[in-house]
């Protein structure tokens, strides 16, 4: 099974990359298939988390086919 | 209800009458706007300009889920939501928001809930080019119930 990660603003700026692809074959959460693309990193404190362009909490269940997103608080308006 | 994001530049009064004349056949009593327009200053800084990034698709449907909350909430009859991305120079219209509704209450209340929902769940990230030629993401939105 497939996931795409995207990432936005200053923390695609620090990664130095916009997306990923991660395969997993077991149940994760949205926290998890951070770690699984960003092995040697933390979560950054205050990252805002979507899943299909849904908000959801760091602690959610992924599906297959699923577009992940992880980027910093958001700045408009 | 509508929402949209532009590319380029666009002339916040000239949207409300066309949206009104489009859109709206009568029956309001109130129409309230909000325009937040680009500074030439933040935090203590001169800004040169800005670059405006946005997630595509999950902006408008988050604008939407806030434009529906409102419309939840209160009596309104219609809604507009405009924002800019990409390059904004100063005194540019970055974000429009304009409600109309048969009475003033409902379009002032609707009105600052989706502005204050906006800059807290609408996914928009400015950074600001200053004139020093350095470049700068704002970190975050302050609380516009608190803030000056």
Redesign the interface.
């Known amino acids: 099974m497939t996931i795409k990660i995207r990432y936005f603003a200053s923390l695609r700026e620090r990664l130095g990359r916009s997306e990923d692809t991660v395969d997993f074959y077991e149940a994760l959460t949205v926290s998890d298939v951070w770690y699984r693309a960003n092995a040697d990193q933390p979560l950054p404190v205050n990252v805002l988390a979507s899943v299909n362009m849904d908000y959801v909490a760091l602690d959610s269940v992924v599906q297959d086919d699923d577009e992940v997103a992880f980027f910093p608080p958001v700045t408009g308006g | 209800m509508a929402v949209k994001v532009c590319t380029g530049a666009f002339e916040p009064w000239q949207e409300i009458q066309d949206y009104q004349n489009a859109q709206i056949s009568g029956g309001f009593g109130a129409t309230t706007v909000f325009i937040?327009t680009m500074r030439d200053f933040n935090d203590g800084d001169d800004v040169k300009s800005m670059m405006?990034?946005?997630?595509p698709?999950?902006t408008e449907?988050?604008l939407q889920n806030i434009v529906y909350a409102a419309r939840q909430q209160w009596s309104i009859i219609d809604a507009l939501v405009v924002?800019r991305v990409g390059t904004i120079m100063p005194n540019d219209a970055?974000?429009l928001i304009a409600v109309w509704s048969a009475h003033r209450g409902a379009a002032f209340d609707a009105n600052r809930y989706i502005?204050e929902a906006?800059?807290?769940?609408?996914?928009?990230?400015?950074?600001e080019q200053l004139t020093t030629k350095q470049a700068r993401?704002?970190?975050?939105?302050t609380d516009g119930y608190t803030a000056g």
């Open positions: 937040g405006l990034e946005h997630y698709g999950m449907k988050q924002h970055i974000v502005i906006l800059k807290t769940t609408a996914p928009f990230w400015k950074k993401w704002v970190s975050k939105n």
